[in-house]
């Protein structure tokens, strides 16, 4: 199954990284490590996107050895380990941090399943 990225000058500047899928792949798994953040500052985060089709069906998760990892979807959720959505025809920013200050940085896994 595919799924397609969205285009848009608007997403050319973006920060935010973009999942690319394998071809044929309906899903993803990045892994990754959030920075420490001892201050509580909101610069230590990963952030992604991804575009979907309308109708299709969205599943986020993300886990990490302490669960100290979570993620906001823009405009649609905030602070969940997992989250699963029937989506619009756009495009996703979603950002990844840790849940509570820490002067460590923080190892997940990301999934990310568009059927």
Do not use: H, W
């Amino acid at each position: 199954m595919s799924f397609g990225l969205q285009s848009s000058i608007a997403e050319a500047a973006s920060p935010c990284r973009a999942i690319q899928f394998k071809p044929g792949a309906s899903s993803a798994t990045l892994q990754g490590t959030v920075p420490a953040d001892p201050s509580g500052s909101a610069e230590n985060i990963e952030c992604f996107r991804f575009g979907t089709r309308k109708g299709q069906r969205v599943r986020i998760s993300v886990r990490s050895p302490r669960q100290q990892v979570a993620f906001t979807i823009k405009e649609l959720v905030d602070n969940r380990e997992q989250y699963e959505f029937t989506s619009e025809k756009r495009t996703y920013e979603f950002s990844v941090y840790q849940t509570m200050r820490s002067a460590t940085s923080a190892p997940y896994t990301l999934t990310l399943s568009i059927q």
